[in-house]
């Protein structure tokens, strides 16, 4: 009942009127920002630091949060449509997204992660509220080790996500784990893979390698093809699903939103992670699997359910530990600290107004995203009926212009270039891009983690299987790997 | 008659346009005498991505100038990331001579090049400002046998795998702070086994999670979580105990050992900027630290006030380069 008493005060403080501005201009930003591609939240937020200073926390904070919430439920717009994803968080959703928009049903795909996301994020909201200080205790409970036996669970997904050729999706994955880890090494100060090149120092920013692989290698390859023209056809499609397809989405939206607002709650780890591993959960625990890639509802649903509800969990560290978990909060914890609120394990005594209040605007703030967003999907997806070459130069332009307003460096443009390039290269010989942006997203966290762990443990390899957590991570971790072949087998047996 | 009018009429129109022209003159005589001043918004670096403490400096001291309207143009904040400062330096390196160009700045800007990582250190830059500092400090989890910092230098002696986790990257500041620490306490500076974190906030948490034996970073970021009573700390690098929330925390120096170690920032220019562009910007600083709106931004932030003019701060800056290669080589990660 405390946590009642508690909402019921964090009501009060959100439904101020000035608050509800706040939590309605956050989101509507956020929503916009998030539809750019490459422009994430980091900027945006980093431009109110200064309008923060003047400001209430409480309402400081519910516009930030609005905004970085708002980005994630808007990103999926551009990677449904364009194959561009608008933020890092929903690259996973562009597996499966665009290739519905191909089919006609870029009406359907939207309005599926709208609602996906709206679930996600009342899931996260709720969870903050139940649990949310023992929840900084699971987050405590991630050493190196167990965060290494999370990404290797999460890089078993590589054999999922490899659809025709399993060596070419590992040849993939390992080409995605080297571009990860460019840059100075954090344990030794060592120049890995940099050529001597200033820009290469802090390794490759990961929206830069998605947009090109994704976005830019279509747009080459649509060009390189040539087009059927395609005929005039409806391309908004409906935007309804059927009962069938609630039925079908119940359980992988609850599930990826479990998981997503537990990866959040990790300080290491967020929603970009978050969404990956919903993905790929699903798509193993899907029985039409191998359609997954293909426009399969499931896989939109699952990674925006996971990152929004990730996005929720994020706030925990931030606010019960005070350690942000990603570029993103920390700017918010930034801002936090200017407004002369301290997060961390004090904060719940000090100032429970900010704390109460945020996740009370983050119900409606969720609310507001849906309503913004279903009516204007029909206007959205129109966007695929402007003419083709008009369609590709716009695509083109917008991730130019997002990746050079990241840091106003031109060597990203041509990094850009480069991967778009590369795209083409793989998909014209058959390597997946989904393997290799999942280890470029997963393979930095777990080499460093990996490297901690046994410089902790003084070089002992045994430190992963003796801890709990980091061994029942890595047994499932075999379990998945070699499911398929247990299937097989069952299968086989049966079949006498 | 009509010769001498029009003369009459040249020499009418004349002493007013002289006037006028003198008008026009004479201000821009005396500004160009009295005072540089900007003629553009002032580029001002903060070489990182947003949100770290160079961003912070950056867009706290720009609101507080705006603020206080304590110039004639905008700083505006700009985020030039890479290399841990590299890729700013270099390019305010090759723009030598920008008159409206500042970046902020903090130990990396020593310890980068000498891990070879960049070709520029201070030398190449001109010193603004000194403008706060914060201070390191060891921490251990609060049910730790270890009391005091030299109990914990003897466990590191004993047992040299004994992990010290830090937030920042090895051979950087939280690194160097610990290792100058053991050195003074006349253990090898390359004994700490040290676990490079991405932040301090991870770094602590790793300490409360039990997966690290002790953590060291910075005093203001530590302030918070000490207060939540899982943590203790054994020892600040202040050269005098601090106030407020760390009034409880004993100094190395209190427990033997001679050592401080500051976390400072401050702003730098240009290495070829104009003698009175530079005067300008000294003279700004100096008036910003005195404003309430700068007081009260730097109380909330938990910085402490640690103000040094141009040149004293080019002199502390040398004696840094000293101190920081000498611990860097005993820990054998010296590069350039």
Known sequence: MESLTNLVYGFQIALDPMNIFYVFIGVFAGTVIGMLPGLGPISALALMIPMAFTMDPASGLILMAGVYYGAIFGGSTSSILLNAPGVAGTVATSFDGYPMAKKGLAGKALALAAYAS??????????????????????????????????????????????????????????????????????????????????????????????????????????????????????????????????????????????????GVLPGAGATIGSFLGYSMEKRLARDGDTFGQGNIKGVAAPEAANNAACGGSFVPLLTLGVPGSGTTAILLGALLVMGVTPGPMMLEQRPDVFWGVIASMYIGNIFLLVLNLPLIPYFARLLDVPRPLLLSMILIFCMVGVYGMSFSVFNLFLLLGFGLIGLAMRLYGFPAAPMILALILGALMEESMRRALQISGGDWWVFIQKPISMWLLIIAFLSLFMPLFKFVYRRIRGF | MKKNSRLLLKKRYLAPLLCAVAALLIPGFALAQSQWQPTRPVEYIAPANPGGGWDTLVRTTANVIRAENLSNQNFSPINVPGGGGAVAWAQIARDNRNPHKLFATSPPIILVPLMGNSRFNHQDFTPIARLITDYSIVLVRADSPYQTINELFAAIKANP????????????????????????????????????????????????????????????????????????????????????????????????????????????????????????????????????????????????????????????????????????????????
């Not at chain 1, 987050?139 to 965060?147: C, D, K, L, R, V």
């Not at chain 2, 490079?196 to 060291?216: C, D, K, P």
């Not at chain 2, 009175?276 to 404003?291: H, Q």
Request: avoid cysteine.
């Open chain 2, 161 to 336: 795998g004994l992990s010290v986790g830090g937030g920042s990257a090895t051979g950087s500041m939280d690194h160097i702070a610990i290792a100058g620490g053991a050195a003074a306490a006349g253990l090898p500076a390359s004994g700490v086994n040290y676990i490079a974190f991405s932040g301090g906030g991870e770094a602590m948490i790793a300490l409360i999670g039990n997966h690290v034996e002790a953590t060291v970073t910075g005093a203001g970021e530590a302030s918070a979580q000490l207060a939540g009573g899982r943590m203790r700390a054994l020892a600040v690098s202040s050269p005098e105990r601090l106030s407020g929330p760390l009034a409880d925390v004993p100094t190395y120096k209190e427990q033997g050992i001679d050592y401080t170690f500051d976390i400072w920032r401050g702003v730098m220019a240009p290495k070829d900027m104009p003698k009175e562009a530079v005067a300008y910007y000294e003279d700004l600083f100096a008036r910003m630290i005195e404003t309430p709106t700068w007081k009260q931004a730097r109380d909330q932030l938990g910085w402490l006030d640690a103000y040094q003019d141009g040149e004293t701060f080019g002199k502390f800056l040398d004696e840094q380069l000293d101190q920081f290669s000498t611990v860097l080589g005993d820990m054998g990660l010296l590069r350039n």
């Open chain 1, 118 to 263: 709206f679930i996600g994020g009342t899931i996260s909201v709720l969870g903050l509220m139940l649990i949310a200080p023992l929840l900084s205790q699971v987050a405590i409970s991630f050493g190196p080790a167990e965060y290494f036996a999370l990404m290797v669970l999460g890089l078993t997904a590589v054999v999922s996500l490899s659809d025709k050729s399993l060596i070419k999706g590992m040849i993939a994955a390992i080409f995605g784990m080297m571009v990860s880890i460019m840059g100075i090494d954090l344990q030794t100060g060592t120049e890995r893979y940099t050529f001597n090149h200033i820009e290469l120092l802090d390794g490759i920013d990961f929206i830069v390698v998605a947009l090109g692989l994704f976005a830019l290698a279509e747009v080459f390859y649509m060009l390189l093809r040539g087009g059927s023209k395609t005929q005039k056809r409806n391309i908004v499609g409906s935007l309804k699903l059927s009962r069938q397809e609630v039925k079908e989405i119940a359980m992988p939206i609850t599930r990826s939103s479990i998981l997503g607002f537990f990866t």
